[in-house]
């Protein structure tokens, strides 16, 4: 079955760095575009950043760009998101979230994984 | 860029139909037959319940459906059970580099 497992959330300061992971399995994941969402405590969802399947491109929200870099490691079926210049307003619960089809850019999120918290916090 | 404008909260009886609106403009929502449909628990990840308007996953029951008419899509729930309260987020491709709107989300309460 599909599993995206995140990892690397924890407490930051501000001004700080962080670096998320999505480790995911049973998927041909080089076939899927990945996405991260974030969402704040008490908020609705914010679309934070995308690559394509093969890395190529890359595309962030306005909030992110800049500070944020998505990457991806095929060899290792894994996606990351580095995070730096972190402020308060970046603290959320984060998502990486699959594309429901193969070699789409974005129509659905088929799957999601378990979210992991970033706390930025003097 | 604006998130899709979704009532803050709907209710309904069990046994009862509701639906939840999802208003974008002709750049997303109006645009592209990509709005999808998220169901989410609190403190769980989202759910997919409909895809490309009206579309059902495996899995996803049948008292569940979405529509579009022109800038605006919307989420049927028929046969309200205990279990649908929850949150909702509609979702809409958006021709740009901003790929993915998402909607403020709806708090759906059963009574």
């Known amino acids: 079955q599909v599993q995206l497992v995140e990892s690397g959330g924890g407490v930051v300061q501000p001004g700080g760095s962080l670096r998320l992971s999505c480790a995911a399995s049973?998927?041909?994941?080089?076939?899927?575009?990945m996405h991260w969402v974030r969402q704040a405590p008490g908020k609705g969802l914010e679309w934070v950043a995308f690559?394509?399947?093969?890395?190529?491109?890359?595309y962030y929200a306005d909030s992110v760009k800049g500070r944020f870099t998505i990457s991806r490691d095929n060899s290792i079926n894994t996606l990351y998101l580095h995070m730096t210049s972190l402020t308060t307003e970046d603290t959320a619960v984060y998502y990486c979230?699959?594309?429901?089809?193969?070699?789409?850019?974005?129509?659905?999120?088929?799957?999601w994984g378990q979210g992991s918290l970033v706390t930025v916090s003097s | 860029q604006s998130a899709l404008t979704q009532p803050a909260s709907v209710s309904g009886s069990p046994g009862q139909s509701i639906a939840i609106s999802c208003t974008g403009t002709?750049?997303?929502?109006?645009?592209?037959?990509?709005v999808s449909w998220y169901q989410q628990h609190p403190g769980k990840a989202p759910k997919l319940m409909i895809y490309?308007?009206?579309n059902r996953p495996s899995g996803v029951s049948n008292r569940f459906s979405g529509s579009k008419s022109g800038n605006t899509a919307s989420l049927t729930i028929s046969g309200l059970q205990a279990e649908d309260e929850a949150d909702y987020y509609c979702?809409?491709?958006?021709?740009?580099?901003?790929?993915?709107?998402f909607g403020g989300g709806t708090k759906l309460t059963v009574l």
């Open positions: 979230a699959k594309v429901g089809w193969a070699n789409s850019w974005y129509t659905h999120f088929d799957y």
């Open positions: 049973g998927i041909t994941f080089i076939s899927y575009a």
């Open positions: 690559i394509r399947n093969d890395g190529s491109n890359k």
């Open positions: 002709s750049s997303d929502v109006g645009g592209y037959n990509h």
């Open positions: 490309d308007v009206s």
């Open positions: 979702s809409s491709y958006r021709g740009s580099t901003t790929l993915v709107l």
